[in-house]
């Protein structure tokens, strides 16, 4: 299984971005999906959570209201849309997948648990 992350770039405040994650390889039906996001200088933190179990979907509260996670299943790809973009947001973002029952009822932070991970991508939100 590979995660392919992509749709990071250079954006001012207020703006938009879609990351997209693809996934080569993957069939499952049962996993979590997650995006985390590392600043520099600053431990990796959970963003969103998608569970495949329940549908359940959480998020950071620094992102709520502002980022949406959503997934094309017959394109094993998942998006997140970030919206009114804050310097704060600043980070490389990675896709992540954890296998088996999952419930999102919280984002989490700590990726042990993950089985797959993108490569991240550059995400930069100027003042």
């Known amino acids: 299984v590979q995660l392919q992350a992509s749709g990071g770039g250079l954006v001012q405040t207020g703006g938009s971005l879609r990351l997209s994650c693809v996934a080569s390889?993957?069939?499952?039906?049962?996993?979590?999906m997650s995006w985390f996001r590392q600043a520099p200088g600053k431990e990796r933190e959970g963003v969103t959570c998608f569970s495949s179990a329940d549908g359940s979907i959480a998020y950071r509260d620094s992102v709520k209201g502002r980022f949406t996670i959503s997934a094309e299943k017959a394109k094993n790809t998942w998006y997140l849309q970030m919206n009114s973009l804050k310097p704060e947001d600043t980070a490389v973002y990675y896709c992540?997948?954890?296998?088996?029952?999952?419930?999102?009822?919280?984002?989490?932070?700590?990726?042990?648990?993950?089985?797959?991970w993108g490569q991240g991508t550059q995400v930069t939100v100027s003042s």
């Open positions: 992540a997948v954890a296998l088996g029952t999952w419930y999102c009822d919280y984002v989490f932070d700590d990726g042990s648990g993950y089985n797959y």
């Open positions: 390889g993957f069939s499952s039906d049962n996993y979590a």
